[in-house]
């Protein structure tokens, strides 16, 4: 019999993978975007799901009819994750959700560790420990070094398998982390080139007020944590950072105490963490957009 690991695609939701992949245990994995899960919950209803005697869900917040599907699945089932949105699932015995460990922000590779290292003894290593640190540093904003920006730089480079391979053989050789010379060259070239990125979506930034809060506003595709964490440390006026992309996804960050953006995002839709989290618009928003700029603008039938 197998296990199956449903997670998250950011470092944090791949990372459990790699933990996994340090044990003798037989498994599968899938990972999916927070925007799938309902589609991915459709899919669970109809799958065949007999060659596996447990599943993991990690680093993603479910809904309460989410968990109504997990329960008709009639499969043991743990679910490991550390959104404030997601607390309430807490009544449930099998589901793990905090949002601190030990006195500071958590994530779910970190909780995902914490229940495997009791069940396998030989994940208790010093470099195992260390990573884990790496990708809860990376997830909180909570850095001491640059190392784990430096390993989701490598991850973003490569297939995802790939880079769980690569992770997973240089943790059992139970040694130091670190890069080949490859990468350390790779990463001085990735990170000229962010810096330039986020120095040209800086210039295009808008302070505005929204429900009170002095936002920074920020039209971004790519690298909006880094973009985030950016601004929040140079603008001590900006409560909060806002990053719009092109697939109506928008992302809000801060590293204000006095600020939670998951209650922010609650007022559109969304939430996630005090620090990070998400929402996304509709076609309907769209469409208000074009009008607010196009003026006479009415939307044709065969729009998908």
């Known amino acids: 019999m197998k296990k199956y690991l449903i997670t998250h695609t950011d470092l944090d939701g791949v990372s459990p993978i790699i933990l996994l992949g340090l044990t ?3 498994f599968d994995y899938k990972c999916v975007d927070i925007k799938d899960l309902t589609n991915l919950m459709e899919e669970l209803k109809t799958t065949d799901l007999s060659l596996y005697d447990e599943m993991y869900f990690i680093d993603l917040s479910l809904t309460e009819e989410m968990y109504g599907v997990l329960l008709s699945l009639n499969k043991p089932i743990k679910v490991f994750d550390h959104h404030e949105t997601h607390l309430f699932a807490n009544k449930y015995e099998f589901a793990t959700v905090k949002v601190d460990l030990n006195n500071r922000r958590t994530c779910g590779t ?16 010093d470099n195992i420990k260390t990573y884990v640190e790496y990708v809860r540093e990376l997830d909180t904003f909570a850095f001491t070094s640059d190392i784990p920006k430096q390993i989701d730089i490598i991850k973003e480079s490569m297939d995802r398998y790939d880079f769980i391979k690569s992770i997973i053989r240089r943790l059992k050789k139970d040694k130091p982390f670190n890069f080949t010379t490859f990468e350390k060259r790779y990463i001085k070239l990735r990170t000229e080139e962010l810096d330039r990125y986020i120095k040209k979506k800086e210039k295009g930034m808008q302070k505005v007020l929204i429900n009170g809060f002095r936002c920074g506003v920020i039209f971004a595709e790519t690298n909006k944590s880094f973009i985030g964490d950016y601004i929040s440390q140079k603008y001590d006026d900006i409560d909060l950072v806002i990053l719009i992309d092109a697939s109506s996804r928008i992302s809000y960050r801060t590293n204000k105490e006095n600020i939670n953006v998951a209650d922010f995002a609650s007022n559109f839709g969304g939430g996630g963490h005090k620090c990070a989290s998400g929402s996304k618009f509709d076609n309907e928003n769209r469409i208000n957009i074009l009008k607010d700029y196009f003026g006479d603008v009415k939307e044709l039938e065969e729009n998908c």
């Open 110 to 125: 970190e909780l995902f560790y914490e229940y495997l290292k009791e069940k396998y003894p030989e994940l208790n290593k």
């Open 24 to 26: 003798n245990e037989s």
